[in-house]
């Protein structure tokens, strides 16, 4: 069974410009997580979508935005990327929410802003 | 405070000791608990995913919450160095909010 799938692995951009990262879930889950890991700062959850909606929004500016597909697939936006958005961003996935269920995670897109 | 205090260690053990990983937390309405291995340049890995108080066990792995006390623990028998990773508490936020509170990792390095 193939796990989350992220593209791009690294990504090299600059102050200002925006980026697209893109996830594939688990086949059979329909939520798909996005958490941020900065160096120092730990993972830090970001979005979570399930069935196309926005379910949950952590603590970051409105520049950071995301949709769901109808194959439960997602893209994360950034938009006027500043140096701190330096990070690892992971993807998640997990089964239908009718109760907790554990959250998978893919390797995860390594951006660096200069 | 944050939510959840982990030791970022680095913890270093020889081959074969019984590893003790170990997180506090300050929130109660904390029910669900996981730990997550992740090596080098990659994502994390679930390992143990606990519900409530209580002890599980999988293979060499035992994960234990104490919800009294508000502390969660990682053990693994007879480590390897395969096991050399940081090791993440994650206790899930709580009502329907669904996201992960992750701890800073404790970095274990076990020597051959």
């Known amino acids: 069974e193939a796990g989350v799938t992220q593209s791009p692995t690294h990504l090299i951009k600059t102050r200002g410009q925006q980026v697209t990262l893109r996830c594939s879930p688990i086949?059979?889950?329909?939520?798909v997580y996005w958490y941020q890991q900065a160096l120092g700062l730990g993972l830090q959850f970001l979005l979570w979508?399930?069935?196309?909606?926005?379910?949950n929004r952590g603590n970051f500016p409105p520049r950071f935005s995301g949709r769901q597909f109808p194959n439960y697939s997602s893209e994360l936006n950034v938009n006027a990327l500043e140096l701190e958005d330096s990070a690892l961003y992971l993807c998640?996935?997990?089964?239908?929410?009718?109760?907790?269920?554990?959250?998978?995670f893919g390797d995860g897109t390594r951006l660096s802003i200069l | 405070q944050k939510e959840v205090e982990q030791d970022p260690g680095p913890l270093s053990v020889p081959e074969g000791a019984i590893v003790s990983l170990n997180c506090t937390y300050s929130?109660?309405?904390?029910?669900?608990f996981m730990w997550y291995r992740q090596y080098s340049r990659k994502g994390p890995e679930l390992l143990m995913y606990?519900?409530?108080?209580g002890n599980k066990e999988d293979g060499r792995f035992t994960a234990q919450v104490d919800k009294s006390s508000k502390y969660i623990s990682l053990f693994i028998r007879d480590s390897q160095p395969s096991d050399s990773a940081t090791y993440l508490c994650?206790?899930?936020?709580?009502?329907?909010?669904?996201?992960?509170?992750f701890g800073t990792g404790t970095l274990l390095a076990v020597q051959p």
């Open positions: 998640a996935s997990s089964l239908r929410q009718v109760s907790n269920q554990p959250q998978h």
């Open positions: 086949s059979g889950h329909t939520s």
């Open positions: 979508y399930d069935e196309g909606e926005e379910r």
């Open positions: 929130n109660s309405a904390f029910q669900y």
């Open positions: 606990t519900y409530s108080s």
């Open positions: 994650a206790p899930e936020g709580g009502g329907a909010t669904n996201k992960l509170i």
